[in-house]
């Protein structure tokens, strides 16, 4: 599967964003879907998942409330949508896929395909 994550910007804080990662390369309706991000000096962490279906989602503590992740499989395409941003916000977001129609993983090692990232600046 290849990934290619867009849509980060600057943005004030309380603002909004939506990411968007689109798909290819094989079905993608087997795969589990999640976005993670990376701020500088720190490790990769896990911000939001969401099964093959489309029916369960997971989010960090952190995002609770704020964002929402959705995938339209007709289209390939994975979504996050990011409302009352903040500052802490800031990194690189990345899109993952595992294969998997079980449990979802929320570590990044548990991913088997990764997207190249987008950037996301939130001033304050």
């Known amino acids: 599967v290849q990934l290619q994550a867009s849509g980060g910007g600057l943005v004030q804080a309380g603002g909004s964003l939506r990411l968007s990662c689109a798909a290819s390369g094989r079905t993608f309706n087997n795969y589990a879907l999640g976005w993670f991000r990376q701020a500088p000096g720190k490790e990769r962490e896990f911000v939001a998942a969401?099964?093959?279906?489309?029916?369960?989602?997971y989010y960090s503590d952190s995002v609770k409330g704020r964002f929402a992740i959705s995938r339209d499989n007709a289209k390939n395409t994975v979504y996050l949508q990011m409302n009352g941003l903040k500052p802490e916000d800031t990194a690189v977001y990345y899109c993952?896929?595992?294969?998997?129609?079980?449990?979802?993983?929320?570590?990044?090692?548990?991913?088997?395909?990764w997207g190249r990232g987008t950037l996301v600046t939130v001033s304050s």
């Open positions: 969401i099964t093959w279906s489309g029916t369960n989602t």
């Open positions: 993952a896929a595992d294969y998997t129609l079980g449990v979802v993983p929320t570590t990044p090692d548990q991913y088997d395909y």
